[in-house]
């Protein structure tokens, strides 16, 4: 039973255009969410997150949103740009505590000059 | 400061060999957390190591097994290898664990593979 879920195994995307990689969670317990940037040969590096307690955070070319009452956040890359071709994971977690982060599968991003 | 390390970065093994992969987190950073990345399931949580102790546990076979030395070095270990072992093995460290006020720092991985 997956808890979290990214049902866009990938994404293509203009150059200068906007990115939307979304992601559903089950558990209603789930109360801190994060995404995570992973290149080829390397890690996963934390991007973004966001409490429940907010609907939006931003930083930079990147806005997290999250929808409590449907279970969904988004990410959005504006403007995108070919460096952010990446596989993005979103993660669930609990706020307090030590939960050990849950992730989704992973969206292939590539951003097209 | 230097980042996670994880060795070897590569591995072939055959069926039911065991195998050990290593881990040093980040100087001052007592939580280390280890996941299994496929292609068919993503990021999976194996175990966390704070302090020597295992604080938390995903559900994965008895096969799979860790410790963290006094140093928050780390090891796992998996026994009796599978095919569906082959993966990528990913370690991450934080201060103290906890996913809203620590950031966590991923390895590069250690790619294993089961012939």
């Known amino acids: 039973d997956q808890q979290v879920k990214q049902n866009s195994p990938s994404l293509s995307v203009q150059e200068g255009r906007i990115s939307i990689l979304n992601c559903d969670y089950t558990?209603?317990?789930?109360?801190?969410f994060l995404w995570y940037k992973k290149y080829p040969a390397e890690g996963p590096t934390f991007l973004i997150s966001?409490?429940?307690?907010?609907d939006k955070n931003e930083d930079g070319r990147f806005t997290v949103f999250l929808n409590k009452s449907a279970k969904h956040l988004s990410l959005h890359i504006v403007p995108s740009q070919p460096g952010d071709s990446a596989v993005y994971f979103c993660a669930a977690s609990r706020f307090s505590g030590n939960t050990p982060l849950v992730f989704g599968k992973g969206t292939r991003l590539s951003v097209i000059a | 400061k230097a980042g996670v390390t994880q060795t070897p970065r590569y591995l072939i093994k055959t069926r039911g060999q065991q195998v050990t992969l290593s881990c040093s987190p980040i100087s001052g950073h007592r939580s280390v957390s280890w996941y299994q990345q496929t292609p068919g399931q993503g990021l999976q949580f194996l175990f966390e190591y704070f302090s020597e102790t295992q604080r938390n546990k995903g559900n994965f076979p008895g096969r799979f097994s860790g410790r963290q030395f006094s140093n928050s070095r780390s090891e796992m270990n998996v026994s009796t290898l599978e095919l569906g072992d082959s993966a990528l093995y990913l370690c991450a460290s934080s201060l103290e664990g906890s996913a809203s006020t620590d950031t966590q720092y991923f390895g590069p991985g250690t790619r294993l593979t089961v012939l």
């Open positions: 558990n209603s317990m789930f109360d801190y």
């Open positions: 966001i409490s429940s307690i907010k």
